[in-house]
């Protein structure tokens, strides 16, 4: 059964970047894309963007100017990294499977993890 | 603002059926599959529905979803208390080429 689990820091200072990994357990990471999606406190969700194990990436376009997903298939994981964070960006931030053909749906989610803006 | 919207709020009574609406454009649910993710308080979301109207292997069939025009509806028969979640849409979106959802939609079980 595949896994997901999301690692960071929790705090972020305004205008550094956000950097999270999500590490893939129990399924390869060679199949599927993988997603970042958040959610700020008390609001919906926002899709930020998926990358394929070969590395091809597609963004959200409100986003896509800071923003950069990356994978390391050698630990099984992929990143994300957010540029110039202001407390907008402060959210709960979920990595998910994109599967397809089947589902064609964010089937699988890690627990998520609070990442506040903040001096 | 979402792209897709979804009424903010949704009730009713053990054992009713109620129904949570959509709405979105031609460039999302009029022309693409729509999607249903149900959050428990505290949790991460999970697939509900995809493909308009299919349903993952262990979702009840008391859930259900429609679609018409660029409008969709999840349906919950026989509501039960553990059904108290937020429930989103969410669709591909054409123009944005994204994925978007809605607002989502709290159900409170009176």
């Known amino acids: 059964q595949v896994q997901l689990q999301e690692s960071g820091p929790g705090l972020v200072k305004p205008s550094e970047t956000l950097s999270l990994t999500c590490i893939v357990s129990?399924?390869?990471?060679?199949?599927?894309?993988w997603s970042w999606i958040r959610q700020p406190p008390g609001k919906g969700l926002e899709w930020i963007g998926y990358i394929y194990y070969s590395g091809s990436a597609n963004y959200n376009p409100s986003l896509k100017s800071r923003v950069s997903i990356s994978v390391d298939t050698s630990k099984n994981q992929f990143s994300l990294r957010l540029s110039s964070v202001t407390g907008a960006d402060t959210a709960v931030y979920y990595c998910a499977r994109y599967e397809a053909p089947r589902h064609d749906a964010f089937d699988i989610w890690g627990q998520g993890t609070m990442v506040t803006v903040s001096s | 603002q979402s792209v897709l919207t979804q009424p903010p709020s949704a009730s009713g009574t053990p054992g009713q059926r109620v129904t949570i609406s959509c709405s979105g454009s031609s460039s999302n649910i009029g022309n693409n599959y729509i999607y249903w993710y149900q959050q428990l308080p505290g949790t991460a979301p999970k697939l509900l529905i995809y493909k308009t109207n299919q349903r993952p292997s262990g979702v009840p069939d008391r859930f259900s979803g429609s679609e018409s025009g660029t409008s969709a509806s999840l349906a919950i028969s026989g509501l039960r208390s553990e059904d108290e979640a937020d429930y989103y849409c969410?669709?591909?979106?054409?123009?944005?080429?994204?994925?978007?959802f809605g607002g989502g939609t709290k159900l409170t079980v009176l």
């Open positions: 129990g399924g390869s990471i060679y199949t599927n894309y």
């Open positions: 969410s669709a591909w979106d054409d123009g944005l080429s994204g994925w978007v």
